[in-house]
Structure formats: structure tokens, C-alpha cells
Nanobody, 115 residues
Framework: QVQLVESGGGLVQPGGSLRLSCVTS????????LGWYRRAPGKQRELVATLTRSGSTNYADSVKGRFTISRSSSMNTYLQMNSLKPEDTAVYYC??????????WGRGTQVTVSS
């Protein structure tokens, strides 16, 4: 019922910034929570940030103070990433959870932080 498509990834130098976008379509008004995950090579998936419909946010300790999650009125999701570090290199996935707990995923966008 929900489809998500990420964009905005790319190559950036350490200390730089990127803004990821996620276009959300389908039954958007059933969504309770939006989020961003990432998976680095050889590592498990990590929850980066979440945003509830009520506006509450939560961040992984590794990105707190550097990343900001937000949404539009149409439930598109954004992740502003500042002060990027090489360890932020990963495929980033946006997600949306319905009130029932059903979780939807995008296909991912590559972020590479390197000098």
C-alpha cells in the first residue's frame, strides 16, 4: 500500500553535507512512523533516525547532532546529513510504518564519504 523511492545520495568529502529525499506514495495517511536506515559494507542494518506522526524524533547516537529527519505534509521524508564522516558511508533506506506495524522500505541510495 505504501511505496518509497530514495534519492540524493552521492560522493561527498568528509565534513560535507547531503540531503536525502524519499518520495512516499500510496496509503500515506495510514503511516504512523517514518524513518531512515543504513547498511554499511559488511555490517548489519542500523536505524539512523525516526519521526512519528506526532513529531517525535529519535536518532542513533552515531548521528545525533549531525543528521536531521523531517517530512512534508504529503509524508515525503528527508534526511539532512551534515559533518559527514567516512563511517557514514552506506546504502541509506527510507522506511514507513503503518499503525498496524507493517513496515515498507525503499530500494536505497548510496552515500559515500571519502576524500
Amino acid at each position: 500500500q505504501v511505496q518509497l523511492v530514495e534519492s540524493g545520495g552521492g560522493l561527498v568529502q568528509p565534513g560535507g553535507s547531503l540531503r536525502l529525499s524519499c518520495v512516499t506514495s500510496g496509503s500515506i495517511f495510514s503511516i504512523n512512523t517514518l524513518g531512515w536506515y543504513r547498511r554499511a559494507p559488511g555490517k548489519q542494518r542500523e536505524l539512523v533516525a525516526t519521526l512519528t506522526r506526532s513529531g517525535s524524533t529519535n536518532y542513533a547516537d552515531s548521528v545525533k547532532g549531525r543528521f536531521t529527519i523531517s517530512r512534508s505534509s504529503s509524508m515525503n521524508t528527508y534526511l539532512q546529513m551534515n559533518s559527514l564522516k567516512p563511517e557514514d558511508t552506506a546504502v541509506y533506506y527510507c522506511s514507513a510504518a503503518e499503525n498496524t506495524g507493517t513496515l515498507y522500505w525503499g530500494r536505497g541510495t548510496q552515500v559515500t564519504v571519502s576524500s
